[in-house]
């Protein structure tokens, strides 16, 4: 299971400020919402049962890494759980959770088992918290166009998952892994660029 | 100054607001008389309290405005036509040299959603300050592009013959930094955090297709101050904006609104900074304050008349043979027997400060027209070659933007361009 820690947060903020969401509010509902109709339960597969809503993507280059964010609600009477999510904009994607080290710095990992969702429930994936990462652009993510994942469930039905690339400052996907070197100090650099010249990254 | 008294809230708003007026008599200068003293009788008379507080009591809801929203969708930007709001940012960007047709349709994208989402109280995707999106207090968000713009997204034959700088005039002194523009977007409230917060919002949104090139901010009368309708004054004391066609007529259509291909519903947008010198003005007294300008200063009725709408009588003469209103006063030099060269102006004060924290102030003048060549270039010839007010006032920007039509709730503003 790769672990990452979130660089930036780590040094400048301090543990007990990072329990809290840097963002608890995502109250737009103008993103694409996934709608999918409602079927006699014995033939309603898990993803059937979610709907999206607020879905948003951070915008970046080519190379980096990003997020999507959004709220995914169970409207079926089963539980589900998202085992993976994939993108043809990304080399890969996982699913990551935020949780605190031993250190008191805030570490994105990936969710072992996945994002399981009870009947009636709703996962909030935002800045901060829980999200879906993209590992490695193979595009740049360009702020008002429209981003695409495909979600996978435990019954291996899938949910594709549409909306608005947006800029977004906060939630430094600059991860560092602590054990995949591929990965390492020149995403720093490339980050750096990125928001330094950012409003030329037109491709 | 008010002073809000302690919230109560008990379903709803039910914070009761005090508008104060003057001094508590004979208790020195106490503008401000908190709510909660007056309910508990801290005052020592009721006659002071009545000289001192007017109460608006009853429904509360009356009195705050600020989840009042102004509808985004409609054939014509709401911010063409809505009674002007207290404070106003005109911001003004330049697209980044990459831009494509595609970047465009990006752009306008971002500036539909924003625009939709801020203008109903709702923060928009990716807002790290979201509670501040949700008292809009009338906010309007409305874009408007230049040439260049519509040249990348839809080619030359798009971009309207009038839409480039206005010719030069003798009385100009036009600043780069305060002139042009691929882009422009007036964010107006009358919430100033509001403002604030969409307008950061908005240039964040598109910063990586579109910079900065200008920010001007204007004010007018806060909201509630006069009754609906009422003219603003500028700097100068002076009722501005007289005679403006009436939003929602046949008039206002004619004259403001375009019918022309892909901008029907769109309009033209002039912004001209224009600097007042307050303190050469202050020379003046105002017999000659009047004479400059034709109107009376405490009404804003034309020297012929008796209330600011009464029409002109440029021909009525005095004692001496002279016409009362002045030939080189500024309502007649800027009226026109032409009926086609009317424009509708819906300016704002400005007033910023320098490094010293000497003030410099002036208007932002706006003014909406079909066609800002044949409407507004004759009635500025006409004031650049004799207008008494060009003693005290300089043009320093100026810039020239076609509006772009409203859309539907499904709509993207810009959608004919592509």
Redesign the interface.
């Known amino acids: 299971m790769s672990n990452f820690r979130m660089t930036r947060f780590a040094v400048t903020m301090t543990a007990g400020l990072l329990t809290v969401s ?2 608890t ?7 694409t919402t996934v709608e999918k109709p409602q079927t006699d339960s014995t033939t309603t597969t898990q993803a059937d049962s979610v709907n999206a809503q ?1 879905v ?1 993507a ?2 970046a280059p080519e190379g980096d890494m990003s997020a999507m964010f959004g709220r995914l609600t169970n409207d079926g009477d089963q539980t589900v759980t998202i085992v993976s999510v994939s993108s043809d904009e990304a080399t890969e994607m996982q699913l990551h959770e935020t949780v605190m080290g031993d250190d008191g710095s805030m570490k994105m990992q990936e969710k072992g088992g996945g994002f399981t969702i009870e009947p009636g429930a709703t996962l909030t994936l935002e800045p901060g918290g829980n999200h879906l990462m993209y590992m490695e652009l193979t595009a740049p993510l ?4 429209d981003s695409t994942v495909t979600l996978t469930f435990s019954d291996n039905s899938t949910l594709d998952l549409s ?2 690339i ?5 939630a430094h996907e600059e991860y560092v892994p602590d054990h995949a070197m591929d990965h390492g100090d020149g995403h720093d650099d490339h980050e750096h660029d990125h928001d330094s010249d ?6 | 100054m008010a002073t809000e008294p302690q919230d109560k809230r008990s379903g709803g708003w039910s914070r009761r607001r005090f508008l104060t007026a003057g001094a508590v008599a004979g208790a020195g200068a106490v503008a401000a008389v908190a709510a909660d003293h007056v309910l508990q009788g801290s005052l020592r008379s009721g006659k002071e309290a009545a000289t001192t507080a007017t109460q608006l009591s009853g429904d509360n809801s009356r009195l705050t405005f600020g989840r009042q929203t102004v509808s985004f969708d409609g054939p014509v930007q709401a911010g063409v036509t809505i009674q002007p709001q207290a404070h106003t940012r005109l911001m003004a960007f330049d697209l ?4 494509d047709r595609g ?1 465009i ?6 500036l539909t ?1 924003d625009a ?2 801020l203008m109903r109280g ?7 300050e ?2 501040l ?1 949700t008292v809009p207090a009338h906010l309007t968000v409305t874009v408007g592009v230049g040439a260049r713009l519509i040249r990348v997204a839809a080619g030359e034959s798009f971009v309207p013959g009038w839409l480039r700088p206005l010719p030069t005039f003798g009385i100009d002194r036009l600043r780069d930094e305060w002139s042009g523009g691929d882009l422009v977007v007036e964010v107006a409230s009358d919430d100033l955090v509001a403002m604030s917060h969409a307008a950061r919002l908005v240039t ?8 900065v090139r200008w920010m001007q901010d204007g004010f007018r009368h806060a909201y509630g101050t006069h009754p609906e309708g009422t003219s603003m004054r500028n700097l100068f004391g002076q009722i501005d904006g007289t005679v403006n066609p009436v939003p929602g007529t046949d008039d206002f259509a004619e004259v403001v609104i375009s019918r022309d291909g892909w901008l029907a519903g769109g309009t033209s947008l002039v912004v001209r900074r224009i600097q007042m010198d307050l303190d050469t003005w202050d020379d003046i007294d105002r017999v000659g304050r009047e004479a400059a300008v034709g109107r009376r200063l405490a009404t804003g009725a034309p020297l012929t008349g008796t209330t600011e709408h009464d029409e002109p009588d440029f021909d009525a003469a005095d004692s001496l043979g002279f016409t009362v209103i002045p030939d080189f006063s500024h309502m007649r030099r800027a009226r026109s027997e032409n009926r086609r060269e009317r424009i509708f102006r819906r300016s704002a004060n400005y007033e910023v400060m320098d490094q010293h924290g000497r003030p410099e102030s002036g208007q932002i003048f706006m003014s909406y027209q079909a066609d800002p060549v044949t409407q507004f270039v004759p009635i500025q010839r006409r004031l650049d070659e004799l207008d008494m007010l060009n003693e005290w006032t300089t043009p320093i920007g100026s810039a020239v933007f076609a509006i772009l039509p409203g859309c539907g709730p499904e709509g993207m503003l810009g959608e004919t361009l592509f």
């Open positions: 840097l963002m509010a995502c109250s737009s509902n103008n993103a607020d948003w951070k915008a360009q702020a008002g166009a909306g608005a947006r800029e977004y400052s906060g950012g409003h030329t990254h037109d491709h | 980044v040299e990459s831009v970047a349709r990006r752009l306008m994208r971002l959603d939709r989402s709702v923060a928009p995707l990716g807002d790290s979201p509670e999106a964040k949104s598109i910063r990586s297709l579109a910079v």
